[in-house]
């Protein structure tokens, strides 16, 4: 398995993106001005706007699959005999990395020339970017929903008291909520 060594760098990686999403958002908000109507702005102040935006929601993306992935080797270590069990953690976790990789190539790839997401001078179309940000809710949802019943079905098919599953189920579900 993995040492205790990998996950704490992938938890300090996962910290590290955290703090460059909140340090970009600040950095916009001070260029930008808060308050500022987007019509308002002059387009140098928009196109680094545009720019920060984009590269805070590709990290922000990033840092929740990286504590998504810091969850499953962590299920990982607790299941060394347990080879179907681990088969699904393989499973959730392809999906929860290959979701923030499709979900920020389709942000940075959105217009056509790609330019056109940090140029709003720049001639062109772009995909419908809301579409983008409902399918990384959904994502989130799906793989939180995940998160939460992979350590479900591991304390059911334990050897414990029917009283103590339905109580630790019970803690899962509240970090959950």
């Not at 300090?12 to 001005?33: M, R």
């Not at 002059?42 to 699959?65: E, G, W």
């Not at 330019?115 to 940000?133: D, I, M, R, T």
Request: charged residues 10%; hydrophobic residues 55%; positive net charge.
């Amino acid at each position: 398995g993995l040492s205790l060594g990998t996950q704490a760098v992938i938890l300090c990686e996962q910290t590290l993106y955290l703090y460059w999403c909140v340090l970009t958002s600040i950095d916009a908000l001070n260029h930008a001005g808060l308050g500022v109507h987007i019509a308002d702005l002059a387009l140098s102040t928009l196109n680094q706007y545009q720019k920060l935006y984009l590269s805070a929601i590709c990290l922000f993306m990033s840092s929740f699959c990286l504590a998504k992935v810091a969850q499953l080797l962590f299920l990982y270590r607790l299941t060394a005999n347990q080879s179907r069990f681990r088969a699904s953690i393989y499973f959730v976790a392809c999906v929860i990395i290959i979701g923030p990789i499709t979900t920020s190539s389709c942000l940075v790839f959105a217009c056509r020339p790609i330019s056109k997401s940090w140029n709003a001078a720049e001639n062109g179309q772009c995909l419908n970017c809301g579409a983008v940000y409902v399918a990384i809710a959904v994502l989130n949802i799906i793989s939180d929903l995940t998160l939460t019943m992979l350590p479900v079905s591991l304390v059911i098919s334990s050897q414990l008291a029917s009283a103590y599953k339905v109580r630790i189920i019970a803690m899962m579900l509240v970090f959950f909520m």
